[in-house]
């Protein structure tokens, strides 16, 4: 699915400026240690994560992740928020558990595989 679907099936809130929404996305990575999401993370994937740190951005762009959701409505810091304008990596939030996300994309995957 593009980020755009992505982001409509699961009622996302964008924090960054859109890039390229239709950027393909068919799995997801849940985790907040940031050495263990850069060393296991797939390739084009979605993460789903409460760190909205400048830390988290350049573990997205190091591991080539589409995009960062936050869940449980955690905050993007400004810093942060500048480095994914940048870098341009999306960042979305949501009041969603990683549990909740996960489970929608999990269902929605495995019907388009």
Known sequence: MTLKDMA????LEMLTVPFDESLMVNDCYIGDLLSWVMGRAPESCVWITVMG??????VAKLADISAI???ENA?????????ANQNQIHVYQS????????AILAEAFGSHS
């Not at 740190?53 to 350049?58: G, K």
């Not at 905050?75 to 480095?83: G, N, S």
């Open 8 to 11: 409509e099936l699961l009622s």
């Open 75 to 83: 905050h993007l810091d400004d810093e942060a928020k500048t480095q």
């Open 53 to 58: 740190n400048v830390n988290a951005v350049a």
């Open 95 to 102: 009041d969603k558990t990683a549990f909740q996300l996960a």
């Open 69 to 71: 959701i936050l869940c």
